[in-house]
């Protein structure tokens, strides 16, 4: 007992010290806007004639620690709003408010004390959830990238799919299928699978299309990120951040009317307004309707109609406290997306053909009639109270509450070979190729699941002596409870080459009499996950110029059984996971190198038999990350980039080494895994109104040491090996034509090879490089814009184990009114 006194003793320590330097002190806090009330992030608010200050937050919040008491002047500037300085008293142990509005100004501004640009319009440079403190991006030795709603405006973006394209080294492998449980999107992030699972850095997973109607910003963070966000809502690749708009003070908001091709028509509404006299107190509603037909034989393949409503209330009913009330309703109806497979077992040469571009299927051809529909929900509910405890700590309480669900048909085909059609009959056909397509249905009946978490954080920036510390402590509770019902199968084949309405035989119709005469087989999956997590993170600065990292999670992990198509048992392990970074600052806030190492892992819920036949509960797999690189803020904000290496080794695969006599698989858990490989990214403001965002990545992976088949293979869910972005837009800042500007850039994705392993060969998505353009007129009160998107017009395919040909040339307007 007397040690456990001396280990607290150094704690004790540095909570007085913490503590009394905070009462001898005092802080200035306040937010920023412009003249039409809405936050002004990402702009410096700077201490004349003191080397203090802050960067302001997405809802233009700033707060100054541990100064003097005395009377100070805050300078606050960006480029295209007026300078403006206010004087501000400090009194120890209290802290002093004071907001700022700027106004619009047409003359260039001078050069200030501290001076907050935001002429790279595209580049946000702070982030709150990235560490779950607010940190710079220059300060942060993990990599990220954001996409802002300042491009998704000017691309005419109205989806997380479509916003996703801006992120370097992130490639979209599935679209939605609206199916509950796991329907939304998957995308390949340094090599792995990854899906959009978060919500302004805790739990809200969409299972359809994701509406960016309140869409604030989007985070792509990279690498295994376990330590601070899990592992059942992350992969190895990293993970997708969705930040949210919020509410503010005055009134204010956009409704815009959207048209253009394949009957797509959309309706959306942004509305603020304050509830009190005091301003404590404000509601926003985002809401958006959306209609598209397939551009894949209009009027025969579908439709996607999707109803998108999320209101957001914000109290704070004293400087210290803030409650946040969000919801998030999605209601859709759609007809499954054309995905094609491969058949198991069925070698690739048997096809006679290799590649998406020599598959004897037209491509604006739909293979299946009308009624195949489907009925999709995702309901998430937020709560967030933040509590302001003193100068230098917060409390933040996170509640969620995610909801999906789906009812109705899902159609899916398989490329079947004449070989693997004829097996067993009198006449096999050995000869290599496709006649027919194998059309399938696997429909889900009341299908649901629910995620609900609830996330502690106390957040600390203090002084121990001459030492900054910005820390997290966390405490985390997820349960992950699936109630799912897929049912369906083989519904018939048809023969290729046939006249159009031969494919219109695949419809509701159809599927409904092939289960009247034959039960469709059920699958099931009813597990019910509790997670139990605590973590920790300190931010150290060392000196001005140099900081480091440390955190730890550890993860308590407990499945209460159930069905996962098959039965699953009770199942309990504990996992921990550290992290630790870098970061070295040679030219203080413009250049930063730095270097992490990253953890995260998956738990297997397995027992396997070894070779001698005993039997093992599998270990959790871990995928270990080591990068470093070098991180940019130049030439006053204009030039802002990242490079970086990384080296991310798995650990633990189980695999497969032979069988017993009594044909049971014998495994052993020491498989591996490498992905390696760099990335860059960049925004820069090169001239007045001209903005360019772009990112190229390179991706190397490949099995060591796994089972015979693959080893050696590229994974082939790893996507494609190169990956380029670019967006180059122009905006004339001054004149009669003020805010009239165009827009232009793609993506670029080299060859993906879907199915790659010793006994099936190789097929290969072949490399694309799609287009798009953008124009628009953003007046006082009204925007008008117009997109072409795949430009020219280009055939590509997308899908991981599968192949999903893409839309082709789609054009749409816009008008938005806003006040």
């Not at 060859?751 to 628009?776: Q, R």
């Amino acid at each position: 007992m007397n040690n456990h006194r001396y280990l607290l003793l150094p704690l004790v320590v540095c909570a007085v010290s913490a503590t009394a330097q905070a009462q001898s002190t005092g802080t200035i806090s306040g937010r920023v806007t412009n003249s039409n009330g809405g936050a002004v992030e990402a702009v410096s608010v700077g201490v004349e004639g003191q080397a203090k200050g802050d960067i302001t937050d997405e809802q233009g919040r700033f707060r100054i620690r541990q100064l003097a008491p005395g009377q100070y002047t805050l300078v606050v500037s960006a480029v295209g709003l007026k300078t403006e300085q206010q004087t501000v008293t400090v009194v120890s142990g209290q802290t002093a408010a004071i907001n700022f509005t700027l106004a619009e100004s047409a003359a260039e501004l001078k050069e200030v004390v501290v001076s907050g640009a935001r002429t790279n319009k595209f580049n946000r440079r702070t982030s709150v959830d990235v560490s779950k403190m607010p940190l710079q991006n220059l300060e942060n030795p993990q990599v990220y990238a954001t996409i802002g709603k300042e491009l998704l405006t000017e691309q005419l973006v109205f989806s997380v799919d479509d916003a996703t394209r801006n992120a370097p080294g992130l490639q979209k492998m599935w679209e939605p299928t609206g199916r509950g449980g796991d329907g939304g999107s998957f995308y390949a992030s340094r090599g792995f699978v990854v899906s959009s699972q978060l919500r302004n850095g805790v739990a809200g997973s969409v299972t359809s299309t994701i509406d960016a109607a309140n869409l604030e910003k989007l985070e792509v963070i990279k690498g295994p990120s376990a330590t601070l966000y899990g592992s059942a809502l992350t992969s190895y690749g990293g993970l997708l951040n969705r930040v949210t708009k919020k509410p503010y003070e005055t009134f204010g908001g956009e409704v815009a009317v959207s048209g253009g091709s394949y009957a797509f028509h959309r309706v959306s509404a942004d509305v603020n307004t304050p509830l009190n006299k005091a301003k404590t107190l404000a509601f926003r509603l985002n809401t958006a309707y959306q209609y598209e037909d397939s551009w894949q034989n209009v009027g025969y393949a579908g439709f996607v109609k999707n109803l998108a409503i999320a209101p957001s209330l914000q109290f704070r009913p004293t400087d210290r406290l803030t409650i946040n009330l969000d919801a998030e309703v999605y209601r859709g109806t759609n007809v499954g997306k054309q995905l094609i497979y491969f058949s198991y077992g069925d070698p690739i040469k048997n096809l006679g053909f290799s590649r998406a571009d020599q598959a004897p299927l037209d491509y604006r051809q739909s293979y299946q009639g009308p009624g195949l529909t489907q009925d999709s929900r995702s309901t998430n509910l937020f709560g967030q109270v933040r509590y302001r405890l003193s100068p230098s700590f917060t409390s933040t309480t996170y509640l969620t509450s995610s909801r999906s669900y789906s009812q109705g048909y899902g159609p899916y085909f398989y490329l079947v070979s004449n070989t693997a059609a004829t097996v067993g009959t009198a006449n096999p056909i050995t000869t290599p190729g496709l006649n027919s397509l194998s059309r399938n249905d696997q429909s889900t009946q009341d299908s649901h699941s629910q995620t609900f978490e609830v996330q502690q954080l106390f957040n600390g920036d203090f002084q121990l002596g001459s030492l900054r510390n910005r820390v997290v402590l966390g405490l985390d509770f997820l349960r992950i409870d699936s109630n799912l019902d897929y049912f369906g199968g083989f519904i018939d084949a048809v023969k290729l080459g046939g006249p159009a309405d031969s494919y219109r035989t695949f419809n509701a119709n159809a599927v409904n009499a092939a289960y009247a005469a034959n039960s469709p087989s059920h699958y099931l999956v009813t597990t019910k996950v509790n997670t139990y997590s605590a973590f920790a993170s300190d931010v150290l600065n060392l000196t001005d110029q140099l900081s480091v990292l440390a955190a730890v999670r550890v993860d308590r992990y407990d499945n209460k059984g159930g069905l996962f198509y098959s039965p699953v048992n009770a199942y309990a392990q504990t996992a921990i996971s550290p992290k630790f970074g870098l970061v070295y600052q040679p030219v203080k806030d413009r250049v930063a190198l730095f270097a992490n190492y990253q953890n995260s892992f998956t738990n297997q819920n397995s027992v396997f038999l070894d070779a001698q036949g005993g039997s093992n509960v599998t270990k959790p797999e871990r995928a270990n990350q080591v990068e470093g690189g070098v991180k940019l803020d130049a030439a006053g904000g204009r030039v802002s980039a990242t490079v970086s290496y990384y080296d991310i080794r798995v650990q633990n695969i189980l695999r497969t080494t032979g069988y017993n006599a009594a044909g049971v698989a014998l495994g052993v858990q020491d498989g591996t895994q490498w992905s390696r490989g760099a990335e860059l990214n960049l925004t820069a403001n090169p001239l007045p109104g001209l903005n360019i965002v772009g990112g190229f990545a390179y991706n190397y992976s490949i099995y060591v040491n796994t089972n015979d088949d693959v080893n050696g293979y590229r994974p082939a869910t790893a996507s494609s090996p190169y990956l380029a972005n670019a967006w180059v837009s122009y905006r004339q800042p001054e004149g009669p034509l003020k805010g009239l500007g165009l827009g232009f850039g793609g993506n670029y994705a080299s060859d993906n090879k879907v199915v790659n392993s010793k006994s099936l060969g190789s097929f290969t998505l072949p490399e694309y490089t799609v287009l798009n353009a953008s124009v628009f007129y953003d007046l006082q009160h009204y925007r008008f814009s117009a997109k072409v998107d795949n430009l020219t017009d280009k055939h590509y395919w997308i899908g991981y184990t599968t192949m999903n040909a893409q839309k082709l040339r789609s054009i749409v307007g816009q008008v938005a009114y806003k006040f």
